[in-house]
Every structure is written in C-alpha cells, then in structure tokens.
C-alpha cells in the first residue's frame, strides 16, 4: 500500500528542490468592465506551499482557475511544469491536467456515484487503470489516508461536510498529481474540522511530495501548511513572506489578517 | 431604447445559435474518439427507456380509446365504422404515437437531463471532471444523446402498439369485433410508408430531446436558479423542436411518397 506513494515521493525527490513548476507572469483576467487580475506575478517551487490570502472577489480563484486552464487570461502567461499553458492544445492540455490535483470549495462530488465510483472516475479514465484488484487497493489506500475506510460505498449525500471535503481530497490525490491547488479548502467546516482538513493537507503534501497554491481566508490553515503566504488585494499581491514574517508586518492591510 | 433590445435580442440569439453549432460539434468530435462510455451509455437507456415506459404506456392507451370514441360518431355518421381500425392505425403509426411520446418524453426526460447537468455545472462536478483530466462530454453528453436517439423510437414503438390495444378495447366497448379481424384490418392498412418515416422522425425526435436537455445543462449559469430555466427551456426548446422536425419529415414524406 506504501509502494505508490514511496515511488512517488522518489519521483518527486529526484526532482531538483528549487525547480520553478508554476511560474506567472503579469497575468490579467477581467470580466466584463471589472478588472479581477490586474499584474499577478508569481514563481513556486517543486515542494512548496504556498497559501493566498485576501478578501472575497479579489481574484484569488481566478488565478488558480488561470493555472488549470479553466480561465483565459487577459494578458500575461503562466506556465505549469514548463508548459505554457494558453499555447497548449486540448490534448496538451488534458495531459497538463493529469498531473494537477484542484480542490473544489463544494469538494464537488459527483453525487449520482458512490464514493468509490468518485475516486476511480479519473483512474479508469485518466489513468487508463483497468485491473480490478489495483483499483479496490488504490481506494483503500486512499480512503485510509483521509481517515475514511469505511466510506466507499456511501453515497456523497450521506457524508458531512468534513467528510466530502476529505474525499474530495482522496479524489484528487488518487492520480498521484504533482501540483495541488486547493480553493479555500476548509470554508463552511468548524474550527476542530477545520484543523483537521489543514493538518490533512499538510500530511498528505509531505507524503506525495506535492507542491502547492491553497486560497483561504482561514489563518488556522494558513498558519499549519504554508511555507510561504501571498496577501491579494485589487487584483495584485500586496504582500509576500512566512506566516511568522507577515505576522508582524507593520503594515495596515497585513496586520488586519492577523488580528 | 426599443432598438437596442431588439439588437441585444439578436445578437443573444445568433450567439446561442453559434454555442449550439460548437456544442454539436463537440458532440460529433466525442462520439468517435474513442473510449465510449459503455456502463453509462446502458444506465440511461435505462433510465430514459425504462423508466419513461409507464407513462408513456398509459398516455398512448387512453390515446388509443379516446381516438376511436372520437372518430367512431363521424365515421358512423359516413356508414364507415369498418374503417375505424383502418383509421386509428394509420393516425397512430404516422403521427399521433410518434408526437405525443415525443412530447412525453421531452417534458419528462429533457427536462430531467437539463436539471441534472444544469446541477452538476452550478456545483462544480463537470469542472471536477474536466480538471482532473477526464472528457465529460463523452461521459455526460455523448451517452445522453444516443441514449435518447435510440430509447425514444422504441418507446414510441411500444407506445404505437399500446394505442392499438386502447383501440381495440373502445371499439369492443360499443361494437363487437375480433382481436384477429381488428389486426388484420389495422396491418393491412399500413405499408412501410407510414411506419418508416414515423421511425425515422422519433430518432430524430430523440436526438433532439437529448441534445437540447444537454445543451441547455451544460450552459447553465453559476446560480441555482438557471438549473430550474435550463430545465424550463429544454422542455420548450425540444417540444418546439419535435413540431418543426415532425413538419419537415411530413413534408419530405409527402414529396417522396404521397404525390
């Protein structure tokens, strides 16, 4: 069951630590007159965490969403594993896609499918798995890991709200993706929850060796997993540093997180 | 202020004209790509075949009788009440079965395929599904539309004999005839004229109802209220649809057969 994520954390690990996997570079995105993203510039590397705070509607999701390809910017690149991903075609792009993980905020389960129809949907179809037997071990193993063993005949109907967003994450990391981004991964959840989700995270990222973007407004999740916090306000990054360096910023727009 | 209203209007129109053009397109490119979802393919013919039987069913019975207690007081009138089966097999195998399953089955299948898809893009589940890598047009759309192209003659095939049987038993109710004369005079009636364009235009019918109940889904807007208009319009839509394709197979049927 720890073969998978040992070879992959040996895949990760040959990989060179200060490697740039997401770069973005003056990247703009407006809808209709309202400019979201206004020069978004951003470098993250292999293993990191980076969290991104800021207030609602302020383009956090849109610059994830801008890394995925789900959105076209404006103006600017980004560019994931090297690839730039506005020049990629659709089967470029659905390769790209393979190797990142997305959280959604709903977790967005596919609600007519059991849980286990909902982790091996992107294994029969992404990862061309087909052996009955690796797949029933790749869900145990991943439902093990999110602490859900006994879930994977439920339906996502029965499960809280803690407990989709930790199948959300079993689903996303069933492909063994090497960029993960999460979009505010512990909204609607209670403070123990909550905790739970953020030190989730934070064991998973060590067990995969993920590199990560995680927006939230939950400094609890922030404090636990980031390597490195970015605060964004009107469509820009306002500022950058640890957890710890941003705590005492005498700045005004930083020091309203940490209140 | 009226004008440009109308050029708005217009304009909406001829863009959704244009979505719907790349949405077909789409449908075709996915439809031999390869991969097809099998398992899915079957559920909905279950669930669209199947499951639409009963009403269908009881709706072309009390078709059937009430045709031939309409019709019975006219032909009557004529001395023509042997022409009764006569009359009740051609209306119901050219025209009569064939719409009203079509318009059975877009109220209650195109409906459902819009709410359904509506949902799953208002809650993220087909951005789920295209970021993690998978196609779900192929998943989603591709098995949906065959599965109408393919349920929706059989229903109204089933449904025409279903109405024969109604038939049968009204005439039985005022007049005294045989279940082997009443087939003779209903088979004998028809020539592969009147069953092969009805068969023909319910494929088209079905390809309609799932194509709209995709489309109009699949564009929902972010919010839940566009779940209930995608499903609102994709019963108007496919109803409007079944007519204007009705019209035109008895048009080209008239040309072809009945000069």
Known sequence: MEEVAEKDKAKHAASDQKEVVIEIKGLKKSFGKKQVLKNINLSVKRGENVVILGRSGTGKSVTIQCVVGMLTPDGGTVTVLGQEVEQLNDKELKELRTKIGFLFQSAALYDSMTVRENLEFALKRVMRVTNQSELKKRVKEMLENVGLPDAAEKMPSDLSGGMRKRIGLARTLIVHPEIMLYDEPTTGLDPITSREISQLILDMQRKYKTTSIIITHDMDCARVVSDRVLIMDDGEYKAEGSFDELSKSKDELVKSYFI | ?259
């Open chain 2, 1 to 259: 202020m009226a004008e440009a209203t109308i050029t708005t209007g217009w304009r909406k129109w001829l863009e959704s004209v244009g979505e719907q053009g790349v949405f077909f397109m789409r449908f075709v490119r996915n439809l031999f790509a390869g991969g097809f979802e099998w398992n899915e393919f079957v559920r909905q013919c279950y669930e669209i075949g199947y499951r639409s039987l009963t009403l269908v069913g009881i709706t072309s019975f009390i078709m059937g009788l009430v045709l031939i207690l309409q019709l019975r007081p006219t032909l009557v009138g004529f001395g023509a009440e042997s022409m009764l089966p006569h009359t009740l097999a051609v209306s119901v195998i050219r025209e009569i079965g064939p719409v009203i399953t079509g318009i059975i089955c877009a109220g209650k299948i195109a409906s459902s395929i819009g709410a359904e898809l509506g949902s799953m893009k208002v809650t993220e589940q087909i951005d789920a599904m295209e970021v993690s890598g998978a196609n779900s047009v192929q998943y989603l759309v591709v098995t949906r539309i065959l599965a109408t192209s393919f349920m929706i003659p059989l229903l109204a095939m089933i449904g025409d004999l279903i109405s024969l049987v109604g038939g049968f038993i009204a005439l039985n109710l005022t007049d005294d005839i045989s279940l082997t004369l009443y087939l003779h005079k209903c088979i004998a009636a028809l020539d592969y004229t009147d069953y092969m364009p009805a068969l023909i235009k319910t494929f088209f019918f079905g390809f309609a109802i799932g194509f709209v109940g995709c489309y109009k889904g699949y564009h929902s807007d972010h919010g839940t209220e566009s779940v209930g208009v995608a499903a609102n319009s994709a019963v108007v839509t496919s109803s409007l649809w079944i007519f204007f394709i009705d019209m035109l197979v008895v048009q080209v049927t008239s040309l072809l057969f009945y000069k």
